[in-house]
């Protein structure tokens, strides 16, 4: 795996995790915030840590935010500073921005001035807890952007007989592509494969066809 640059702006809670994450995971991490103590903080948790002011176009400018593989900007409740922060790095030449939202309507603008991702990080966790406690076999999510995503299903009794019999394609929309049996991974299954309890099957689906298949395990 190759080593990214990444820049994260703003060290609250979820900047401060984005950054250490990301280092302990080998990457060059340069993490910036108007604060001294929530730089201090992480001094020797990244590459290199730095008071700065992002809403400022020259202060981004200083230290090269085009040439990171990645700004993530983890400004939390201070909206306008978000905004600016985001449309300053996009003004300079920044290759890829992810942003934090505390809200819809910021979501909303983030994305016009220009963000390449926004996520909102208490809501998207909220839905994902809720899907899980309301449809627990469904093991896990993961969202590939444009309306699709893989979602890895624990068979039970609503999930009994072969790929064939079960015909998800046809009935939900979605697509077998692995099995996952005790670790083991057979990647494009036969249809005359039969479930045995406690596979997981790997689907990959739009978000409207995985809904329908979450209410039919649900129900």
């Given at each position: 795996?190759?080593?990214?640059?990444?820049?994260v702006?703003?060290l609250?809670?979820?900047?401060?995790?984005?950054?250490?994450?990301?280092?302990?995971?080998?990457?060059e991490?340069v993490?910036?915030?108007?604060?001294?103590?929530?730089?201090e903080?992480?001094?020797?948790l990244?590459?290199?840590?730095?008071?700065?002011?992002?809403?400022?176009?020259?202060?981004?400018?200083?230290?090269?935010?085009?040439?990171?593989?990645?700004?993530?900007?983890?400004?939390?409740?201070?909206v306008?500073?978000?905004?600016?922060?985001?449309?300053?790095?996009k003004?300079l030449?920044?290759?890829?921005?992810?942003?934090?939202?505390?809200?819809?309507m910021?979501?909303?603008?983030?994305e016009?001035?220009?963000?390449?991702?926004?996520?909102?990080?208490?809501?998207?966790?909220?839905?994902r807890?809720?899907?899980?406690?309301?449809?627990?076999?469904?093991?896990?999510?993961?969202d590939?952007?444009?309306?699709?995503?893989?979602?890895e299903?624990?068979?039970?009794e609503?999930?009994?007989g072969?790929?064939?019999?079960?015909?998800?394609?046809?009935?939900?929309?979605?697509?077998?592509?692995?099995?996952?049996?005790?670790?083991?991974?057979?990647?494009?299954?036969?249809?005359?494969?039969?479930?045995?309890?406690?596979?997981?099957?790997?689907?990959i689906?739009?978000?409207?066809?995985?809904?329908e298949?979450?209410?039919?395990?649900?129900?």
């Amino acid at each position: 795996m190759k080593a990214k640059q990444c820049l994260v702006i703003g060290l609250g809670r979820f900047g401060t995790a984005v950054a250490t994450t990301l280092y302990e995971m080998g990457h060059e991490v340069v993490a910036v915030d108007q604060k001294e103590e929530n730089v201090e903080r992480v001094l020797n948790l990244v590459t290199h840590a730095a008071i700065l002011d992002a809403t400022e176009e020259r202060a981004l400018r200083s230290i090269g935010v085009a040439d990171f593989d990645v700004v993530i900007v983890g400004i939390g409740t201070d909206v306008q500073a978000n905004i600016l922060a985001t449309m300053n790095a996009k003004s300079l030449g920044a290759q890829y921005v992810v942003c934090k939202a505390i809200d819809e309507m910021a979501r909303r603008v983030l994305e016009r001035v220009g963000a390449d991702l926004v996520i909102r990080p208490e809501h998207d966790m909220g839905v994902r807890l809720a899907r899980q406690i309301a449809t627990p076999n469904i093991v896990d999510t993961l969202d590939l952007g444009s309306d699709y995503a893989i979602v890895e299903i624990e068979a039970n009794e609503r999930l009994r007989g072969t790929l064939k019999d079960l015909n998800l394609s046809n009935r939900f929309g979605v697509q077998v592509i692995a099995i996952n049996r005790s670790g083991r991974i057979e990647i494009t299954p036969r249809a005359e494969e039969e479930l045995r309890p406690h596979d997981k099957l790997v689907l990959i689906g739009n978000s409207h066809s995985i809904d329908e298949l979450r209410r039919f395990l649900g129900s």
